[in-house]
């Protein structure tokens, strides 16, 4: 079955850094989005991507986040400069265009850890 | 602003028993999806059952079905025969209505089920 796949499972940056989490969503869904989990707390909603541009952010995603889909497969997290408090479990996630109602199909997430 | 609520934190079952996650949530549309995900502690989110709020008839898979009850705003998550792979982090999640080009879920807090032999 295919699979959202990230990169890295694990990505440990000094405070102050930039930093770029990776994923591969499902070849044939059209829709993308990130996530975050801090640790113990809940899922929080990031972005959400379609047709090569945001279609809808929250509150957490402010000026230092930005996303891109370089080319046909992957679609990136940029944080620009990570603060203490962005340390959290990150995820990314995919659903196709048809219907509506789609679930969403997620990776296994990336642990980002600021030090 | 949609909201989900899951007033359990914490839920233990004994293995072959059933248990049942609650989850609330507020929200003004008429029509919208519902869904349970699984997080085993291998952390990847698994989709366990899905529910179209126009649908009156609960959802079910396999092990797993929901108690709908749309003018209470009510999802529970039932698991029938629980089987100790059923440990994990279960979310509630709400998904607004069709938009050309957003779905995206708010989740709620989660309910750590502990499947105990």
């Known amino acids: 079955e295919p699979e959202v796949t990230q990169t890295p499972s694990h990505q440990v940056t000094q405070m102050g850094q930039e930093v770029i989490l990776r994923c591969v969503p499902i070849?044939?869904?059209?829709?993308f989005y990130w996530y975050r989990q801090i640790l113990g707390q809940k899922v929080e909603f990031l972005v959400s991507?379609?047709?090569?541009?945001?279609?809808?952010k929250s509150e957490i995603f402010d000026d230092q986040f930005s996303v891109e889909r370089p080319d046909g497969s992957n679609f990136t997290l940029k944080i620009r400069s990570t603060k203490l408090e962005d340390s959290a479990m990150y995820f990314c996630?995919?659903?196709?265009?048809?219907?509506?109602?789609?679930?969403?199909?997620f990776g296994d997430g990336t642990r980002l850890s600021i030090l | 602003a949609q909201t989900v609520t899951q007033s359990q934190p914490e839920m233990s079952v004994q293995e072959a028993e059933t248990v049942t996650l609650s989850c609330t949530y507020d929200?003004?549309?008429?029509?919208?999806?519902l869904f349970w995900y699984k997080q085993p502690p291998s952390r990847q989110m698994i989709l366990v059952i899905r529910?179209?709020?126009?649908?009156?008839q609960n959802a079910t898979e396999n092990r797993f079905s929901v108690n709908f009850q749309k003018a209470a705003k009510s999802f529970s998550l039932k698991i029938s025969d629980s089987q100790l792979g059923d440990t994990a982090m279960y979310f509630c999640?709400?998904?607004?209505?069709?938009?050309?080009?957003?779905?995206?879920?708010?989740f709620g807090a989660g309910t750590r089920l502990t499947v105990k032999p």
């Open positions: 996630a995919s659903s196709e265009e048809a219907g509506v109602g789609q679930p969403q199909h």
């Open positions: 070849s044939n869904h059209l829709y």
């Open positions: 991507f379609y047709n090569n541009e945001i279609s809808e």
């Open positions: 929200t003004s549309e008429s029509n919208y999806y």
């Open positions: 529910q179209e709020a126009y649908k009156q």
């Open positions: 999640a709400f998904m607004k209505p069709y938009s050309y080009n957003n779905n995206d879920m708010r």
